[in-house]
């Protein structure tokens, strides 16, 4: 059986991604290293192919969500891989978050044997990919992202075309750097006002009304009991982990490195996360650098 699109890596983000554009009446093969994450996406309406390569070469559309760099360029790249299995006017869609470098490597051995490919990294976190309400930023051709957002339109609300291919990527790890350093200044100044017998709840409600508003102090504030709907309060579960978040931070430093920029705050809010990660908080929301910040009271 052929399948409309072949959408690899299911994972915490992929699965629930893939979910719904079945959902959406389209025909998906699924596929994963994790053979439980097959299962729940066949459990829940999707189909799979034993031959990964065979499914490629049959579908219309090719989606990857995969964890780093290495994954997607040896996922395009490799002498099996996307490129050398997928039939000629295949669109590909990478919605992972990687390096903008490794983008445009990738979209430029694709542009080469003649494929169309897009960048189109998520915001929205786990919730977002189950609701399909996800933000995808999207790096590419007009061509391109004209033939990928009536699919993404099927997986999020928000769909912005950036520009030109490695710039989808190239927002998402501007963007993710700053809610680092947004989190750890007001993670600070949350912890400072405590120190002086301030409520946080009160401290906090007077800041997202002043000059220091942001969006961690609306919607995420990361001490517990202040936002009953934040992760801070369900002991940091859930959300966006420590580990996912120091992997962004990394790219931003990498990137920065690559392109002569200097990111001093950057930098500073990628050491914290690795001696949070280190600590053993890897798994936990992102917003638990708050904790960390007490310990070093």
């Known amino acids: ?17 893939a979910l719904n554009l079945v959902h959406a ?17 066949v459990a829940g309406g999707g189909s799979t192919h034993a031959d990964l390569a065979a499914a490629v070469g049959a579908a219309k559309i090719v989606i990857t969500m995969l964890p780093a760099s290495r994954h997607v360029e040896s996922a395009y790249l490799g002498a099996n891989g996307i490129l050398a299995q997928a039939k000629p006017g295949t669109l590909l869609i990478d919605c992972s978050t990687i390096s ?23 915001s929205g976190g786990t919730a977002g990919a189950a609701a399909g309400t996800l933000t995808f930023i999207v790096g590419g051709s007009d061509a391109g992202f004209a033939a990928a957002k009536p699919y993404l339109e099927k997986m999020g609300k928000a769909i912005f075309h950036a520009g030109d291919n490695g710039s989808g990527q190239t927002v998402k790890v501007c963007n993710n750097m700053l809610l680092g350093i947004m989190m750890v200044g007001t993670s600070e100044a949350i912890r400072l006002g405590m120190a002086n017998g301030m409520n946080p709840k009160v401290l906090s409600e007077i800041m997202s009304k002043s000059s ?28 966006f982990g420590v580990d996912l978040m120091l992997k962004d931070l990394g790219l931003a430093e990498e990137n920065a490195l690559s392109t002569g920029c200097s990111v001093p705050l950057g930098s500073l809010a990628r050491n914290l996360y690795d001696i949070h990660s280190k600590s053993g908080a890897g798994g936990l929301d992102f917003s638990s650098i708050f904790s960390m910040l007490a310990k070093a009271e």
């Open 100 to 122: 903008p470098d490794s983008a445009r490597k990738v979209a430029a051995a694709a542009r080469d044997k003649g494929f169309t490919m897009v960048d189109a990294p998520v």
């Open 212 to 239: 220091g508003r942001n969006w961690v102090l609306e919607v995420y504030n990361p001490c517990p009991g202040v936002m009953d709907t934040a992760p801070a309060s369900h002991d940091y579960s859930g959300g």
């Open 1 to 17: 059986m052929n399948s409309e699109i072949a959408f690899i890596g299911l994972g915490h983000m992929g699965l629930p991604m």
């Open 25 to 41: 009446g389209l025909t998906v093969s699924g596929h994963d290293l994790v053979a439980t994450s097959v299962e729940k996406f």
